[in-house]
């Protein structure tokens, strides 16, 4: 009995050490101590932001619990609307332009020609620079006799000159216009990427075929772009619902609110007015868009790689 | 060789197994300690041992200059010793909550008394200073009753204090002819008179990051009608800044709205101190800190008159701003925090303190001989002559309260037809900070 069953035994335990290769040690801990760090510092801290949204908190006193108080508190707040209007916008337009702008460089800066690297670098540059340190840049260019409004003077279009930062009908784009600046170089490089990654066979056979330039774009160009698509979206949505530096450093969400987004809003509550539960709620809306935005463009491009 | 196999794996089950328990282990300490919610957080700053920590707000050069200078002077006299860390204003006032209720907290502090440090106050995180009060008989009662929690306690040392009132350059008035107003009708007159000349009358400087200076306009303007009793009710939420009499306020405002500088909202204090300084505008309501910013060889030229009467049967109040220290009940150094306390509180200190910085302020010590300078006799009568003293906006309410109100006012300056809807969205976001 026991001779015949012996290899019963053992069978199972082969075919188990077969079916799953054994982990070494070495490498599960590679595996759980990121994992155990990225836990502490990232998913608790962002689990207690969801615990605060649902709390009274002054940032000194024990918190506490309201439930969903703060959420429908939220959206009969006048200024949410407004920061989430101005957000709506942001992402419209920072997302747009920089995307459109940053595709179009990159196509005319791909090919290799004199003194192309140059305009590269030129155009990069502003990425480099800390978004505080170009907000105060260009505070000074928007300053009432600063550089916007003298060369406004100068070119005899005198009577458009304003007060870009403290006119609640401009600073909105007077603020874009920095932050966009910025961004511009930064996607064109992402998509100075992925143009050098087609293969130029394909522009060959194109060409063979007969295709003009615009069909080479169309049919060969933007399908071979779509993987670097997805990245710049989820790069694009992250940066625009968490601008804050440039707008914080330039105008604090000003003047009465009208600069105000999400990000701003957010900070201000959080530590000008110590409502920290009401800020927790809020930075959840930023969290819930981002993510939905980015989950349901990731879920599409899947279904259609699927397809 | 099966054997052995089992055994490895058997081992390295183990050492899982044990590794996750650890794990585990590591997680559920995390978790206890992790709450970001308990109360208590380490500070950033660290104690040398027997020395006393200031956390100073004063960044301005020469205010920092001189309070480095005092915390030398009492460090030569006695045991104890006086270290200041000098932290941006925005920063501090953001970062109080959680010096305050750090394990190892500094120990004193530059700032303020009112509203904010009484909440602080409640929740038993600032020191009791009553034994120094009790060598400060000779300080008026006002400064006792400002410096009071409201619970019996004292818990503040004013040091210093300073008025507002809308300053000008003698050099320029004297160029245009004009002449300090006595009432509002000669107020009126002199800004027309500016206005023809080509200078925009009042300077504000309620841009960038300085808003809140619009609010001198409001306070002044409230308690010029309503009164200061009726302005610290407002102030508390025991009215509404949709009432009848807050519209008053802004209708009165409205007649001199025509007389602001254009860059009113566009400029913050600094810039249209300069704006004043060369004579773009003519006058401009504001503390007597402005001078910091101004070069030292101006200030004999700076003069200033008070904001006009508008009703004599009210009770004449004016703003003036007490300056002083606090201290944390977690201090590890009670006995030196106390001496530092009743030394800024002496004559000696507030008169060294005030050589050593622009010399625009007060001193709270009766005792104390200010900067002697024409203006600041000048400013000394103004308060002297007040029935009542308010603080700031800020001050008289809570440091929440004042975004609502820059947002209303430099809304109110840039469209004040837009009055009826400025004041019920005040009135709204007040309501929002009040109740929390």
Request: net charge neutral; charged share 15%.
């Amino acid at each position: 009995m026991t001779t015949l069953s012996a290899p019963t035994i053992s069978a199972p335990v082969r075919t188990r050490r077969r079916r799953t290769p054994r982990l070494p040690p070495v490498l599960i801990l590679f595996v759980l101590l990121p994992l155990a760090v990225e836990g502490f510092w990232v998913f608790w801290p962002a689990l207690q932001g969801f615990y605060l949204s649902l709390t009274d908190w002054d940032g000194v006193s024990a918190p506490r619990w309201v439930g969903f108080g703060n959420f429908t508190e939220l959206f009969a707040d006048p200024i949410f609307r407004t920061a989430l209007v101005n957000t709506a916008i942001w992402l419209v337009l920072f997302g747009g332009i920089s995307a459109a702008g940053g595709l179009g460089l990159a196509l005319l800066l791909q090919q290799e020609r004199r003194g192309v690297g140059f305009y590269r670098a030129a155009l990069f540059t502003p990425v480099v620079f800390s978004l505080v340190a170009t907000a105060l840049m260009w505070q000074v260019i928007y300053q009432p006799d600063g550089l916007a409004n003298r060369l406004l003077g100068a070119i005899g279009l005198g009577s458009w000159q304003h007060s870009w930062l403290a006119n609640s009908s401009t600073v909105l784009y007077a603020v874009l216009l920095p932050a966009l600046w910025r961004q511009l170089g930064y996607v064109m490089v992402l998509y100075l990427a992925g143009l050098k990654g087609i293969d130029p066979v394909l522009y060959e056979a194109a060409k063979l075929d007969g295709a003009t330039k615009i069909q080479q774009f169309r049919n060969v160009t933007w399908p071979q772009l779509r993987s670097v698509n997805s990245v710049i979206l989820s790069v694009i949505v992250i940066d625009s619902l968490r601008s804050f530096d440039v707008v914080w450093s330039m105008t604090k969400g000003g003047p009465y609110h009208s600069s105000e987004l999400l990000s701003t809003y957010m900070y201000s509550t959080a530590f000008q007015s110590l409502q920290l539960g009401y800020a927790s709620a809020l930075a959840v809306v930023i969290f819930v868009l981002a993510f939905g935005v980015i989950v349901t463009y990731l879920v599409r491009a899947f279904r259609e790689d699927a397809s | 060789m099966d054997n052995a196999v089992l055994t490895q794996w058997g081992q390295a089950g183990l050492n899982r197994r044990r590794f996750l328990a650890g794990l585990g282990a590591v997680g559920g300490a995390a978790l206890l300690s992790g709450c970001a919610t308990s109360a208590t957080s380490t500070g950033p700053v660290k104690q040398t041992s027997g020395a006393v920590t200031i956390q100073s707000n004063l960044s301005s050069p020469q205010a920092k200059v001189a309070i480095e200078a005092l915390a030398k002077d009492f460090s030569s006299k006695g045991q104890a010793t006086a270290t200041v860390n000098t932290i941006a204003s925005e920063t501090f006032r953001t970062q109080l909550p959680s010096y305050l209720t750090a394990d190892n907290p500094p120990d004193a502090y530059t700032w303020y008394p009112g509203s904010l440090l009484n909440g602080y106050a409640k929740k038993g995180l600032l020191l009791d200073v009553d034994e120094v009060w009790q060598g400060m008989s000779n300080y008026s009662s006002a400064f006792r009753t400002l410096s009071g929690d409201g619970a019996g306690h004292q818990i503040f040392v004013p040091t210093d204090y300073y008025w507002w009132g809308f300053f000008y350059r003698k050099s320029n008035f004297a160029k245009w002819g004009v002449a300090e107003p006595k009432t509002w009708s000669d107020f009126i007159a002199l800004c027309k008179t500016l206005q023809g000349k080509g200078v925009a009358p009042i300077g504000v400087g309620a841009g960038g990051d300085t808003a809140w200076v619009a609010s001198a306009w409001f306070d002044y303007l409230n308690i010029r009608i309503n009164g200061a009793p009726y302005h610290r009710q407002l102030l508390a939420g025991q009215s509404r800044f949709d009432d009848p009499r807050v519209t008053k306020v802004f209708n009165q405002w409205n007649t001199v709205l025509p007389y602001f500088d254009p860059q009113s909202t566009a400029l913050d204090f600094q810039d249209a101190t300069t704006s004043l300084l060369q004579g773009r505008t003519g006058m401009m309501l504001i503390g007597t800190f402005f001078a910091d910013a101004a070069p030292k060889d101006i200030l004999p030229d700076l003069d200033f008159f008070q904001f006009p009467v508008l009703d004599p049967a009210v009770p004449l109040a004016e703003e003036g701003p007490a300056d002083g220290y606090f201290a944390s009940s977690r201090t590890a150094h009670r006995a030196e925090v106390m001496d530092w306390l009743k030394y800024v509180a002496t004559a000696p200190a507030q008169e060294l303190y005030i050589k050593n910085s622009s010399g625009t302020v007060l001193p709270t010590n009766p005792d104390a001989k200010d900067s002697g300078t024409p203006l600041v006799a000048k400013g000394r009568a103004l308060l002297e002559s007040a029935k009542e003293l308010t603080q700031f906006f800020n001050r008289d309410s809570s440091d929440a309260l004042q975004p609502t109100a820059d947002s209303a006012l430099v809304r109110f300056i840039q469209k004040p037809n837009e009055l009826p809807s400025i004041l019920s969205d005040w009135q709204a976001a007040a309501q929002k900070v009040w109740s929390s």
